[in-house]
């Protein structure tokens, strides 16, 4: 499955890319398949292991934010791997033939 999700601090004082930088500290370091943009961080895996990962995230923003906003996105489709690199190719291989 591929997860998009999103993280946001809420009630703090300070900027919010620290805390948000600690969530995708965690999520590369996990091993799992994984890309940030500006407004998702994506994760590829199984789907325990894919929600301990988020909810870990949401752990160590909530150590300093009293309150934390989350959204997930999930692609659920088993037997499916390297969905982050092949979803993509396939709208590339696309747009190349036009």
Same mark, same amino acid.
């Given at each position: 499955m591929i997860a998009a999700f999103s993280l946001s601090p809420? @009630? @703090? %004082?300070d900027s919010v890319s620290g805390s948000v !930088? %600690? !969530?995708?500290? &965690?999520v590369r370091d996990s @091993? &799992?398949?994984n890309e940030t943009n500006a407004m998702? =961080?994506?994760v590829e895996g199984e789907w325990n292991e894919v929600m301990d990962l988020i909810k870990a995230c949401v752990d160590k923003v909530a150590e300093t934010a009293p309150r934390v906003s989350l959204v997930i996105k999930i692609d659920h489709r088993p037997g =499916? =791997? %390297?969905?982050l690199t092949q979803k993509v190719a396939s709208v590339e291989a696309? &747009? !190349?033939d036009d």
């Open positions: 809420l @009630g @703090g %004082d !930088a %600690d !969530a995708v500290r &965690l @091993g &799992l398949p998702f =961080t994506n =499916t =791997t %390297d969905g696309k &747009l !190349a």
